[in-house]
């Protein structure tokens, strides 16, 4: 856990308190989604990922640490970003404008509370489970009268398994319907912990060949398939979804191997998210580079041809962008 301010403001109420206080490590929530599940949502972004996705849309959601990022757009050059940083970790960059380095940065946050103009914003606060639900139920009404509800995102929220299960067990109790996105790479007592609690998981299957998932995402698919096999048997309303990320499974070996793994498991639908450049401008405000930055964003339009491949062998597939 990092040393910042509201880290050491949640090990003292631990401290004050028998009970054990459920936290963890969020570092967005988006309201009025409805892209990520039934109705109107809200999405609770959770920090920390066992991969490291080169198309990544949320890289601040990898680590499990607070973590510092730019914005050079709104950037006017006053330096007190550098002035007030106690461990000197703020440097000026060619190429990203500035850079912090992620190992002497504890995450304190002087530096955001300096900047007059929002241009540097930290990444990751320590949350309770009521602090969490104290902004989910602001949106209740919505949630009824759309049959919206929340999703756990990030990053990977089952990372954090066990606050995930008391944040959902709690959602459950209020009447709010709940769903997990998940890329599948967690033990699987994660995935029994918060079952009970879920009403929809979304799973990421990325990719049917072990030695390509590890050369681009730095894990094979091993335990991935192997949790997607026993969610089948102990969860009826999963969804799964199919990545398409140009260079990596769009060819047509990578997709008739992607299908053909999925008829194997048995399943008969499946969800097709286009490549987007969406996390680009997110990678050069944490000093990293973008991996896929001379490739553009895919339109639904350009992954229509996947229909047909579905219907060879038996899968309905449904290209996000396309009701």
């Not at 990751?124 to 999703?151: H, L, P």
């Not at 096999?229 to 969804?239: A, G, I, M, P």
């Not at 979804?241 to 793994?261: A, C, L, M, V």
């Not at 339009?301 to 219907?311: F, S, T």
Request: proline residues 3%; aromatic residues 10%; glycine residues 8%.
């Amino acid at each position: 856990m990092s040393t910042d301010k509201n880290s050491l403001k949640l090990k003292e109420a631990k401290s004050k308190d028998f009970k054990k206080v459920s936290v963890g490590l969020v570092f967005d929530i988006q309201r009025f989604s409805i892209n990520d599940g039934p109705g109107i949502r809200t999405l609770v972004f959770m920090k920390g990922c066992s991969l490291r996705c080169e198309w990544c849309s949320n890289p601040e959601g990898q680590s499990m640490r607070t973590q510092i990022m730019f914005y050079r757009n709104k950037c006017r050059g006053s330096a007190r970003c550098m002035e007030v940083c106690p461990k000197d970790c703020i440097k000026p960059n060619p190429v990203y404008g500035l850079v912090i380095d992620d190992i002497k940065c504890d995450g304190c946050g002087d530096c955001a509370d300096a900047c007059y103009y929002d241009a540097i914003k930290l990444m990751g606060k320590w949350m309770t489970v009521d602090e969490v639900m104290e902004e989910i139920m602001k949106d209740n009404d919505f949630y009824i009268n759309s049959g919206g509800g929340v999703t756990l995102s990030g990053g990977a929220p089952l990372m954090q398994y066990e606050f995930v299960r008391d944040l959902l067990k709690k959602c459950k109790d209020s009447g709010v319907n709940t769903n997990i996105e998940t890329a599948g790479h967690v033990q699987w007592k994660c995935f029994e912990a918060v079952i009970p609690y879920l009403d929809l998981i979304f799973f990421d299957y990325k990719h049917a060949d072990p030695l390509k998932h590890k050369k681009y995402i730095g894990k094979d698919n091993k335990l991935i398939r192997s949790n997607l096999l026993k969610l089948k048997d102990r969860f009826e309303n999963l969804r799964v979804r199919i990545p398409y990320i140009p260079g990596f499974n769009d060819s047509e070996e990578d997709i008739h191997k992607i299908f053909s793994d999925i008829k194997s498991m048995n399943f008969k639908s499946v969800d097709v998210l286009p490549y987007h450049r969406a996390g680009m401008t997110k990678y050069r405000g944490l000093g990293r580079e973008y991996m896929y930055d001379n490739i553009k964003s895919l339109k639904a339009k350009d992954l229509e041809y996947l229909i047909d491949v579905g219907e060879k062998y038996d899968i309905d597939v449904k290209i996000e962008g396309i009701d």
